[in-house]
Nanobody, 120 residues
Framework: QVQLVESGGGLEQAGGSLRLSCAAS????????LGWYRQAPGKQRELVAT???????NYADSVKGRFTISRDNAKNTVHLQMNSLKPEDTAVYYC??????????????WGQGTQVTVSS
């Protein structure tokens, strides 16, 4: 019942910007964490940024100062503003949600992934 729909990926030049968006629908409880992860060819999936329902954020060291995560609670939407892009940012980016029920059980869901390619 939970679906994550991503948009905003594509091709951009080094130094440019992209804005990713992910709209979540379904049985998502008010206590949750939304986030972005990425996976480059031949590498493990890594955390990019997360934001809790309370607004606390967490960023990978490699993107601090360049990327900004935000959310719209009314729309259950999370955004990732990516500035000063580097070729090493090239990866498939995945939207993620962790939602906790009132009886303290946590469920995790993933989007289908969207390709971000940064050319030099």
């Amino acid at each position: 019942q939970v679906q994550l729909v991503e948009s905003g990926g594509g091709l951009e030049q080094a130094g440019g910007s992209l804005r990713l968006s992910c709209a979540a629908s379904g049985s998502i409880f008010s206590t949750n964490t939304l986030g972005w992860y990425r996976q480059a060819p031949g590498k493990q999936r890594e955390l990019v940024a997360t934001i809790t329902s309370g607004g606390s954020t967490n960023y990978a060291d490699s993107v601090k100062g360049r990327f900004t995560i935000s959310r719209d609670n009314a729309k259950n939407t999370v955004h990732l503003q990516m500035n000063s892009l580097k070729p090493e940012d090239t990866a498939v980016y995945y939207c993620n949600v962790k939602t906790t029920t009132p009886w303290s059980r946590t469920y995790e869901y993933w989007g289908q992934g969207t390709q971000v390619t940064v050319s030099s």
